[in-house]
């Protein structure tokens, strides 16, 4: 197993796609995210899983159950699972994150470039126990 291992803040700076999967383990899924001005995740429940967020560009909100952050680069944000969030771009640039998943929420390896796209695909790119090695 080599594991994965790259600068991270360039690589999440330097997305554009909606959602990228760089890489999913057995318990564990790295996910790059850019949101477009007044774009959302759209509000969400994980009853199975914890997610992480890590912003380094943008402005923008967070809503966990009834609680809201404000995010910006450096901030971090920790969902337990049964919690519903969504992440909101509240700024005039992309809102450039990464997600961390534990277990993995979607199949390795997808690019998904716009939220239409995610959208339209949910339910055929849902995690089904393949990992990147």
Known sequence: MKGYHDDIEQQTTGNDDFRRVLYTG??????LMS???GCDIGAEVHEDRDQFFRFEEGNGQVDIDDNSYDVVDGSAIVVPAGSRHNVRNTGDAPLKLYTLYG???HKDGIVQSTKEEADARHHEEEWDGGTTE
């Open 35 to 37: 949101l477009p001005p």
């Open 103 to 105: 277990p993995p929420e």
């Open 26 to 31: 057995k318990h564990l899924q790295l996910v």
